[in-house]
């Protein structure tokens, strides 16, 4: 996406060369650089994945041509995101009067990871280098003009940003004065001008998170004390001074959202809280008073935690609710809103639509709709006369009639837990016949689930003819807070179990060839394909580990700085190594340790920027596995980071991983 095609051949031969000869250079790349597999042993792999298959693995991870299409502030331009023959995302804005299109943004080495309208003439955008997470926030004119890194700072990551609406400044936070913890500055977005706002002090009990309101002042603070006890504060507008209004367990929830500006009460907000039901719902609340005006809205099943409000055209009133149940949710609140949601609803059936970009007269709209089948189409909306248009579908190639089902499933676990999920289904598996099976733990692991929703990858492997299972195992996010510590401590034992029973419904179904099933995930999915190879040998026909944890114990010794604010409570979540039960525990179920019990082939893939999981994770386990016989490729890019954001990166994985697939399943026979 943002190096030319030329350039990845030539510097991945490079590289080759570099890593066959580490010893004798005194390049230094992160990891072992002697461990990568080279690129011809890779390439071989391809060769098994063969068939006549109507799409390419590009049809479903090439980028689109276009994307991110955003109305500007005042309606009258439109940008986006347009790919070059290089595979590079510039930003492109386009006067929507006289048709004139210019280049605003330039992609050079690194990606651009997001951008937007600052006002209606300058655009913001953000970037880090290789993947490293130490991301910059710039902003630029129109017209590509007056470019300024607005965080150029070394080794500083950004955390958050709010653009201060009808000004030229944005509040962001950064770790610049203690790598560990966060400040909010006020940044004039056409000078550079930077004002530090707030003194984050106490590195033991530190600012977790910073409330503003919508003309940036400060009105509220979240103390992290002693990475256990979440403490609100929140201002006094007469006085000036920051009261204590709740202090709670660091696994409940008492979360602003929002200001109610709707209101003439300046102390009213929307707050996400789970203390007194097991769900999170909505709540409008008296943050002087310290007390619930009113329950806005609540699901029996599913956590709910996202409004969004009007701007100042239409007073800040609320417009809608939603969250994720089987599917995404959205709640109508205002007659504005309630109206568009009627009108496309009739248009668009039980396909999922949102609103994402509008101008501030809310004259024009920007709506994406899609699908289990539909990647995702834009369409303008005019809210006067109420007529969409369509404007961009993103990947016309993939035709919704051939994409597979991606079905919600939902059972009981060993224990009696209801777990749900959900199985995409090649049409042969609709048809009765027995399918391989691709299963597919999520990252995190805790507060993260599944949704449903075009996948490319369920949709890539149904497309060689695998079904892909995706469980959201006890600790995931969404289903009240019971479910989620359901999970703490269970990391790679009963959340695995979850995983093996999602596995034997869907063999019960008569959809799954029990001999043909393979393990494959990110991040903790990484992980729980490791822990899946070894708990349950015999299960699994292969694994595929990407950006995975594989000792628990250098996992916790390789946070990055900002992480460690945050130790007390993933020792909650995983294992306290200070407990020497809970340390025993932790080695039992790290991967390194328990290498005898791997009988299946393991593919190996890596960031080497990865600053959540370190190359030392996926290093360990590639020398473990060599080192009792095991061949066990190895992908490293070292222009990534945790996951692969590189078109030309991303495609070669898929098409290594199809190849690896094909290749055990064949064997399987």
Known sequence: MNIKTKIIVTAQVALSTIMMNAQNTTTKLPGDATLPSTKASLEKLISYDTGN????VEDYFARPKASQFKISPDGNFLSYKEKDK???NHVYVKDLKTGKVTQAIEEKEDLVKSYGWLNKKRLFFTQDKGGNENLHLYAADVDGSNLKDLTPFDGVTLGSVKLIKDTDFVVVTMNKNNKQIFEPYKINFVTGEMIQLYENKDVNSPIDDYIFDKDGDLRGYIVLENGLITKTYYKDLKTGKFNLIKSTDWSDTFSIIDFNDHSKNKDEAYVVTNLDSDKAKIVL?????NEAIKDVYSNPVYDVSSIRTAGKNRNYELDYISYNGVKSETVPVSKFYTEIDAQLKSQFGDKEFGVVSSDDNNDKLLVVVGSDKLYGTYYEYDSKTKQTKLLYNLMPQLKEEDMAEMRPIEFKSRDGLTIYGYITLPKAALEGKKVPLVVNPHGGPQGIRDDWGFNPETQLFASRG???????????GGYGKEFQKAGYKQIGRKAMDDVEDGVKYAIQQGWVDKDKIAIYGGSHGGYATLMGLIKTPDLYTCGVDYVGVSNIFTFFDSFPEYWKPYKEMTKQIWYDLDNPEEAKIAREVSPVFQIDKIK????????????????NESDQIVKAMRAKGFETPYMVKYDEGHGFGKEPNRLELYKYMLGFFAENFNKSK
Not at 53 to 56: C, G, L, R
Not at 600 to 615: S, Y
């Open 53 to 56: 298959f109507k799409y390419k």
């Open 86 to 88: 290089d595979s590079k």
């Open 285 to 289: 609340y008296d943050l002087k008073k």
């Open 466 to 476: 695998y079904a892909t299972l995706q469980v959201n195992f006890r600790i995931s």
């Open 600 to 615: 299946k082939p393991l593919f190996v893939v890596q960031g080497a920027n990865d600053p959540r999981v370190n190359i």
